[in-house]
């Protein structure tokens, strides 16, 4: 099946704590993103990444990492939580149009 | 800043019936996506557009770059088309993609 895949589905943590998510495409695609979106529903990019760069947006705290092996794998990690972290974070591939996996809904309590 | 505006920002539909979602664009835009995010959170790709029109079963799109929109047509709603609808677009000069902040569509019986 060609897609991409995230994990975990859910992660419920405290403020302060370090968590990471897994990002994997098998579509080929050669450039990987995270968005971020808030309870509004609204979509913010994160990061962008291809296997020669990393466009990161400004307003994202340096907290937030992501973290590539190769170009299927864009993991973000996320140094120490605080509670305005809580969304869904969303990966997504592209090669012309862009494809999302199914999200990461993190709570930090 | 980049702007996608999306109208209307809620729709109420009766199985059955027919309507339009529509995105304004404040920039040249190169490519727009239309995407489906279900009540799991999922986000699915609907349509990608450079100008002109696509079909796709009971959903039709267009895109006029020229006046910088872009409308989603659903013919003969259904139940399970109930979701938010994104449209996001592509910065001619930048390359950047800017989300809208969504049409939430309800489906009734």
């Known amino acids: 099946e060609t897609a991409v895949f995230q994990t975990p589905n859910y992660h419920v943590t405290q403020v302060g704590n370090e968590v990471s998510f897994n990002c994997k495409q098998t579509l080929g695609h050669d450039t990987m993103y995270w968005y971020k979106q808030d309870s509004k529903k609204l979509l913010k990019i994160m990061f962008s990444?291809?296997?020669?760069?990393?466009?990161v947006n400004e307003t994202v705290p340096r907290r937030f990492s992501p973290q590539s092996s190769d170009k299927a794998h864009l993991n973000l990690r996320i140094k120490s939580v605080e509670p305005e972290d809580s969304a869904v974070y969303l990966c997504?591939?592209?090669?012309?149009?862009?494809?999302f996996g199914p999200g990461t809904r993190l709570t930090v309590l | 800043g980049d702007k996608v505006k999306q109208s209307p920002s809620a729709l109420s539909l009766q199985e059955g019936t027919n309507s339009a979602l529509r995105c304004n664009f404040s920039?040249?835009?190169?490519?727009v996506q239309w995407f489906l995010q279900n009540p799991r959170g999922s986000l699915i790709n609907l349509f990608y557009?450079?100008?002109g029109t696509k079909e796709n079963g009971r959903l039709k799109s267009a895109f006029d770059s020229k006046e910088s929109y872009s409308t989603l047509h659903i013919r003969d709603a259904q139940l399970e088309d109930s979701g938010t609808y994104f449209c996001a677009a592509v910065n001619t000069n930048t390359g950047k993609l800017t989300f809208g902040d969504g049409t939430v569509l309800t489906v009734k019986p």
């Open positions: 990444y291809n296997n020669k760069q990393l466009i």
């Open positions: 557009l450079v100008p």
């Open positions: 997504a591939s592209s090669l012309t149009g862009k494809v």
């Open positions: 920039i040249a835009a190169t490519t």
